[in-house]
């Protein structure tokens, strides 16, 4: 099982949430997140400076399968991309165990 984690744009979220379920996707966590970028100028707003290092964006947790992690990972390249910087990250790690607290299932059974 992997874990995949990704940072994307909060405009891209519901793009992303819909490619995701059209893959069968069906559960993942997510949260909204500050980040730190690389942008180092302000943008002014009716007269108010805005400093655009601080950057919004939505942080998404996936559990899968090994043989769902690619498509997962193409699912979220595709749908999350704007070609702009700032489209964001995603990060892959293994899952040792995954358990239903439910029916204490466990294994790939756990995450389905």
Same mark, same amino acid.
């Given at each position: 099982?992997?874990?995949?984690? @990704?940072?994307?744009?909060k405009?891209?979220?519901?793009?992303?949430? +819909?490619? *995701?379920?059209g893959?069968?996707v069906?559960? $993942?966590?997510?949260?909204?997140?500050t980040g730190? %970028?690389?942008e +180092?100028?302000g943008?002014?707003?009716?007269?108010?400076?805005y400093?655009?290092?601080?950057?919004?964006?939505r942080?998404?947790?996936?559990v899968?399968?090994?043989? $769902?992690?690619? /498509?997962?990972? #193409?699912? *979220?390249l595709?749908s999350a991309?704007? &070609?702009?910087?700032?489209? %964001?990250?995603?990060?892959v790690?293994d899952?040792?165990? @995954?358990?239903?607290? /439910?029916?204490?299932?466990? &294994?790939?059974a %756990?995450? #389905?």
């Open positions: 099982m992997k874990k995949v984690e @990704a940072i994307i744009r405009s891209k979220f519901d793009e992303v949430k +819909k490619a *995701l379920h893959i069968e069906n559960f $993942f966590s997510y949260w909204d997140v730190v %970028g690389n +180092k100028q943008h002014v707003y009716r007269g108010i400076s400093s655009t290092s601080d950057i919004q964006r942080y998404l947790v996936i899968v399968s090994d043989n $769902f992690l690619e /498509r997962t990972v #193409n699912t *979220l595709d991309a704007t &070609g702009n910087v700032g489209d %964001g990250k995603i990060f790690s899952v040792i165990e @995954a358990y239903r607290i /439910r029916t204490k299932e466990n &294994g790939s %756990g995450i #389905n």
